[in-house]
């Protein structure tokens, strides 16, 4: 019996705490080089900065913004073996002088690459960083303005998840597949909204083992051809990352969520109604049952929500915030990185705090 695909779940994903310096800032302590590095202030309303191996160092986007692709040489200067390194940037969002941040990095490590015409897969190129081990890739593509457009994602199975966001000449919304609404329905990652149905987005085709199909709107395949895209693209493996939905109830008591691994990471997003994207994890307190959180969707400083329980197996609705898995009949989705698998390759099980 295959108890989880990844044993130490660390060699790929790591919560890092630190205190900005204003200056040349080297932040180790990871197991990996991490290839996509996610930055929040934790105690300013500052904004959430994502940096990636495939756009390059110091070129940042912001999951609460519509904003373009900045480049800031200042910023986050290189993926290094053990972290990375962030330059003398003062500002609140990355490394203000005695700020405390907290960073979110994963591990794709591979590089990608695949001509459409000559691979027959996918209507246009694209290129990246995969790990097929953990189920994650970064994908870069040029869009063609063209409704039906594929792009292959290297993963090699059906993603779960899939966030898209036009880097630039345009400002445009995140936009989010996961497997529990389908490709009928799409999420903003920057709003707050409900899901909406549309073919617009994803064409009303579900990703392959190969390619992900996009619809006509221009925040997934340009207003006109030659404008720029990023894709994280996620697959769940066992022990290790889980893609899911579930009900709250309106109670304290809420609803247990089971993953089949100690939770290191959890995002969830209410689908059937409006709410924010909470964020938890298990270095900011991470002890039940006050898991501090954010919203991926604002700027706010760290909440301190009794929001929920990080358990051995998954984790347990807390809140009866309809923000934060309560509301009562309202269906959230959810993904989730582990810091143990339940029970190991070998069968050793893990145990909760």
Not at 59 to 75: G, P, R
Not at 253 to 267: E, L, S
Request: hydrophobic letters at 30%.
């Amino acid at each position: 019996m295959a108890y989880t695909d990844i044993d130490k779940p660390t060699d790929y994903f790591n919560t890092k705490l630190y205190t900005g310096n204003g200056g040349t800032n080297n932040i180790t302590g990871l197991d990996f080089q991490p290839d996509w590095v996610w930055i929040k202030s934790r105690n300013d309303s500052a904004n959430h900065n994502l940096f990636d191996v495939v756009r390059g160092a110091t070129k940042y986007l912001k999951s609460n913004a519509i904003n373009v692709e900045t480049t800031d040489s200042t910023s986050l200067t290189s993926f290094n073996s053990n972290g990375f390194t962030l330059g003398s940037n003062n500002d609140q969002d990355v490394n203000k002088n005695n700020d405390t941040y907290v960073s979110w990095s994963w591990k794709a490590g591979t590089s990608f690459s695949n001509d459409a015409s000559s691979t027959s897969v996918g209507s246009i190129d694209s290129a990246g960083s995969v790990s097929t081990d953990a189920g994650f890739s970064i994908i870069g593509f040029t869009g063609d303005a063209q409704t039906g457009t594929t792009v292959a994602h290297g993963l090699g199975v059906k993603p779960n998840m899939i966030i898209v966001k036009n880097r630039e000449p345009d400002v445009a919304n995140w936009q989010v597949y996961h497997s529990s609404l389908g490709a009928t329905k799409y999420l903003g990652l920057n709003e707050n909204n409900a899901s909406v149905t549309s073919a617009t987005r994803w064409n009303n085709t579900e990703p392959t083992t190969s390619v992900f199909t996009l619809g006509s709107s221009g925040d997934v395949v340009g207003d006109s051809s030659g404008e720029t895209f990023i894709a994280y693209c996620f697959a769940e493996k066992q022990g290790y990352s889980k893609f899911g939905s579930f009900s709250g109830n309106g109670n304290a008591d809420g609803a247990f969520i089971y993953t089949g691994f100690k939770p290191a990471w959890v995002m969830m997003k209410a689908s059937s109604a409006t709410g924010n994207w909470g964020m938890f994890d298990n270095k900011r307190i991470g002890y039940n049952v006050k898991n501090y959180n954010f919203r991926a969707d604002q700027n706010n400083a760290e909440g301190t929500d009794d929001a929920i329980d990080i358990l051995s197996s998954g984790f347990k609705i807390r809140s009866t915030s309809g923000g934060f898995g309560g509301g009562d009949g309202t269906t959230y989705i959810y993904m989730a990185f582990a810091e143990n698998p339940f029970t190991t390759s070998t069968g050793v099980p893990a145990t909760a705090r």
